[in-house]
């Protein structure tokens, strides 16, 4: 095993453990990880759905190479939903906490994902 793959197995791990305290960082640090108004409603989704991706996430540091597409999903999607919450933190005030919470992480699972992870499957033959 090389030293890369350790390092993909280990922020899957951080990532998907981070992924499953989005709940308690709503309740800690609001400014910076829950959207005004607060929507009961919002924050389930929102915390149902990370908490599935970090089960799913936690899963694949097992074995990384068998999940390149969970991996390249998460992402994609992590730089895609980060974006969007930063445009909407730069035009409403109420928001800029965000910029100092989840719009920095989801940017930055983004970027060390990508990085860490195969460009295309390694055939184990």
Request: proline letters at 6%.
């Amino acid at each position: 095993m090389d030293e890369r793959h350790r390092y993909l197995q280990i922020a899957l791990i951080i990532v998907g453990i981070a992924f499953l305290l989005i709940y308690p960082l709503m309740k800690i640090w609001p400014s910076g990880w829950l959207w005004q108004p607060g929507q009961y409603e919002y924050e389930q989704m929102i915390i149902g759905v990370y908490a599935t991706l970090g089960i799913f996430l936690l899963l694949a540091s097992r074995q990384p190479e068998a999940n390149l597409s969970l991996i390249w999903f998460t992402v994609w999607s992590s730089l895609v939903h980060g974006l969007i919450m930063a445009v909407h933190a730069v035009i409403d005030p109420v928001e800029r906490g965000h910029l100092f919470g989840d719009v920095p992480a989801l940017l930055l699972v983004a970027i060390v994902l990508a990085f860490l992870t195969p460009r295309k499957e390694v055939s184990s033959t």
